[in-house]
């Protein structure tokens, strides 16, 4: 049973390029969850969605984030036109339902995002 | 809003010894859940214990325990017989219960060392 797979494992990219991160959650979950990692912090919660929904996406930026999750394939985190403090580590987690206490959130390895 | 404190950037334990980690949290709920995440060199994020607040009784997984002191609002990991595979950062987390129950708030990390 495959966990949760990211990809790219590392991207680069030059400002103003975009940048579009993969999350296929793991066999039968439903729920997708994005979080950043800035250097040296902890992860921060960037958004939530079920299959077709955005369900909370309070820590997402206003202004060149989005993200999906279609009815198939895998969740899109997509962010247009990148700056430097773009560069982080996205992570991507999934649950089987909403309600994740005696379930708990499984992440993939992350994308590294470079920005130069 | 919740926010979570690890005072401890960096520590280090010599193989076998023990080590704790501390952690504090500021919330105004009473139902909600807490977290340790290990986040070793391959930057995947595993869970390694988890702590409902309503249980006055410690959580233990194996090596690992945790210090509830729920007045204190403090949750430590103890790491007992420490191994070298135990390198990694480590991450407290706090979960709210009820319908807001899967977004995650971490703290900055610590990062362990295990020396031979």
């Known amino acids: 049973n495959a966990g949760v797979m990211q990809n790219p494992r590392h991207l680069v990219r030059r400002r103003g390029q975009e940048a579009r991160l993969r999350c296929s959650p793991m066999k039968g979950h439903s729920h997708v969850y994005w979080y950043r990692q800035l250097p040296e912090e902890g992860l921060k919660f960037m958004v939530y969605l079920q299959k077709e929904n955005i369900i909370d996406e309070s820590g997402m930026p206003k202004e060149r984030f989005s993200a999906e999750f279609p009815k198939e394939g895998p969740s899109i985190l997509r962010i247009q036109q990148v700056v430097r403090g773009d560069s982080a580590a996205y992570f991507c987690?999934?649950?089987?339902?909403?309600?994740?206490?005696?379930?708990?959130?499984?992440f993939g390895n992350g994308t590294r995002l470079t920005v130069t | 809003a919740q926010t979570v404190t690890q005072s401890q950037p960096e520590m280090s334990v010599q193989e076998a010894e023990t080590v704790t980690l501390s952690c504090t949290y500021d919330t105004s709920e009473n139902n909600y859940y807490l977290f340790w995440y290990k986040q070793p060199p391959s930057r995947q994020m595993i869970l390694v214990i988890r702590q409902e607040a309503y249980k006055q009784q410690n959580a233990t997984e194996n090596r690992f325990s945790v210090n509830f002191q729920k007045a204190a609002k403090s949750f430590s990991l103890k790491i007992s017989d420490s191994q070298l595979g135990d390198t990694a950062m480590y991450f407290c987390?706090?979960?709210?219960?009820?319908?807001?129950?899967?977004?995650?708030?971490f703290g900055k990390g610590t990062l362990l060392t295990v020396n031979p």
């Open positions: 987690a999934s649950s089987p339902g909403r309600q994740v206490n005696n379930s708990p959130l499984h």
């Open positions: 987390a706090f979960m709210m219960g009820g319908g807001s129950n899967y977004k995650l708030t």
